[in-house]
């Protein structure tokens, strides 16, 4: 009797689930998601877990909102995974985060192959173990040539050190006279950082009840609409998701404009 009740729920959230979808779906959808995954550490605090114990339920939540993100028709997912000041944790706690994208994409690859989940990496390579960049590597190279949402880790990345870096490709290349000061404006500079191929962010979402950006997409999260939420990353839902997107259908976006 228990398993038939359960059964019927499942089918029954699955329904709402889906009927949510196809509402969604009838309104303007963001292009580009990025999310700021927060708190799990906190969420295994609450438990009394190890750290890490929340980086592994977090894993999960990414496989989660990556299939619905692709279902709702979101073209490039963007997840901040580790931050340049993130080297600064404890040194077990950062070696478990570089086996994450290992046992993500040794667990999850096989789908994302199949729902045409195309993996990309923006960050700082130079500083990745061996075993993580291959993981990664060998992901990008199996889903190139997929045309479905793209699904983009941040990760060893940092947004000061992006802009400096493209100042400095800018001032290189205008000195060796590649570059013209009248070809220098926004959008020409922003072929300089390493979301130079996405659309900017529609929606930034951030979990956990921290209000900042944690030097995430400085430059590029210039208009976008923000959706902030007490919820740790690890208890992070498909409805919670839908919810941010209803929130941002709701908004007027005039950039700057009246």
Known sequence: MLNKIKLWKNQNN????????????????????????????????????????GHYEGMKVVRKTTMLAN????????????????WKRPKNEVDYLMKLPEEFLGSY???????????????????LPDHTLRAINNAMEQTKNNTG??????LNYGSRAEILDA??????????????????????????????????????????????????????????EFWFTDVLWPDFSENHLITAIEDYQKRQRRFGGI
Do not use: C
Request: charged share 25%; aromatic share 8%; net charge neutral.
């Open 167 to 224: 100042v400095k490709q800018v001032l290189n290349e205008y000195k060796s006279g590649i570059l013209k000061e009248t070809e220098i404006d926004e959008q020409r500079f922003s072929s300089y950082l390493m979301t130079a191929n996405f659309p900017d962010p529609d929606l930034l979402i951030r979990t956990s009840g921290e209000i900042r950006l944690s030097n995430f997409m400085l430059w590029q999260l210039a208009y976008s």
């Open 149 to 154: 949402l793209v699904l983009n880790f941040a």
């Open 71 to 86: 279902d709702l028709g979101i073209k490039v997912l963007t997840l901040y995974a580790f931050s340049t000041e993130n």
């Open 14 to 53: 699955s329904s709402t689930l889906r009927d949510k979808i196809e509402e969604i779906k009838k309104l303007p959808v963001p292009e580009h998601v990025a999310i700021i995954m927060d708190g799990n550490g906190r969420w295994a605090k609450k438990r009394a877990l190890p750290r890490v114990a």
């Open 109 to 127: 690859l096989p789908e994302l192959v199949a729902n045409n989940v195309q993996v990309k990496m923006m960050g700082y390579k130079d500083q």
